[in-house]
């Protein structure tokens, strides 16, 4: 069974630019978290997402921060017109129906130059 | 103040040595979660409590509701335990994370 796959691993923008951050999540799973760690500090909240559906997307910035999970497809989170700030590891993870543990991507590293 | 607090912040342990790591929480929680991150920045969940206590190997973990506290404990610590571990509480739909206690064995 196929973990958690998050894509690219490592991804460098301008500022200004956009991120498009793919989380597919283990077979099977519906619930898809998004997460960021900045640099040097703990991981942060950011949306709760089931299939076509955003549950709880209290932890996200009001602006260009954007996340979806289609029907098909893996989960997106986007982030629109970079700023240096943005770079962090952010982390998705899938969980089951019956919410029991989550599991985690590898991470995607966003670098802002 | 947040919402989850770890200690201690950094730990040295020799080979061997017996170690535990506490996690207290302000919030409500419906689950308590542990996790590993390491070196590499590669996140494992270890274990989801609400009551009681969870055993997988050598690794322990315990939660007092009442108390609202939580420990993680090692035996026999191994370098290769060697990460940072992370205390996180689920309100439902969001998770709070502790900022992790980062744990070095040393051989």
């Known amino acids: 069974n196929a973990g958690v796959m998050q894509n690219p691993r490592h991804l460098v923008r301008r500022r200004g630019q956009e991120a498009r951050l793919r989380c597919s999540p283990m077979k099977g799973h519906s619930h898809v978290y998004w997460y960021r760690q900045l640099p040097e500090e703990g991981l942060k909240f950011m949306v709760y997402l089931q299939k076509e559906n955003i549950i709880d997307e209290s932890g996200m910035p009001k602006e260009r921060f954007s996340a979806e999970f289609p029907k098909e497809g893996p989960s997106i989170l986007r982030i629109q017109q970079v700023v240096r700030g943005d770079s962090a590891a952010y982390f998705c993870?899938?969980?089951?129906?019956?919410?029991?543990?989550?599991?985690f991507g590898a991470g995607t590293r966003l670098s802002v130059l | 103040k947040n919402e989850v607090e770890q200690s201690p912040q950094n730990l040295t342990a020799q080979e061997g040595e017996f170690i535990t790591i506490n996690c207290s929480y302000s919030?409500?929680?419906?689950?308590l979660h542990w996790l590993q991150q390491h070196p590499g920045g590669g996140i494992v969940s270890l274990f989801m409590?609400?009551?009681g206590k969870k055993k997988h190997g050598r690794l322990i973990a315990t939660i007092n509701i009442q108390e609202k506290h939580s420990s993680l404990h090692i035996t026999a610590s191994h370098p290769r335990d060697s990460a940072v571990y992370i205390c996180?509480?689920?309100?439902?739909?969001?998770?709070?994370f502790g900022t992790g206690t980062s744990l070095t064995v040393i051989p």
């Open positions: 996180a509480a689920s309100t439902g739909n969001q998770f709070y």
């Open positions: 993870a899938s969980q089951g129906d019956r919410l029991n543990i989550q599991y």
């Open positions: 919030v409500g929680i419906s689950a």
């Open positions: 409590l609400s009551s």
